[in-house]
């Protein structure tokens, strides 16, 4: 499988499980698999929904700002990477 960077954590909310992703290579879409990594991070997932500003979106480009759900601890500067099949 191919990883392909498309941004970094710029933000995690613990109390919530969200991480706040800075997307900088490449857009994201609700259904896709990402894998972040980070120094002590290894977490790999399907985005089930995202959201920017609140508001729920299907997909984000490069540039936004975006919030996910995420099963595990997340650190800021955790690289996002989107896994090709």
């Known amino acids: ?36 990594k980070g120094h002590t991070t290894d977490l790999t997932q399907e985005v089930g929904s995202m959201q920017i500003e609140n508001q729920n979106v299907e997909k984000a480009d490069p540039g936004a700002d975006i919030g996910i759900k995420v099963g595990d601890r997340v650190r800021e500067n955790d690289v996002v990477y989107k896994v090709i099949e």
């Open 1 to 36: 499988m191919e990883e392909k960077k498309v941004g970094v954590v710029i933000k995690f909310f613990g109390n919530i499980s969200v991480a706040a992703i800075q997307l900088t290579d490449e857009g994201l879409k609700v259904g896709d698999t990402i894998h972040i």
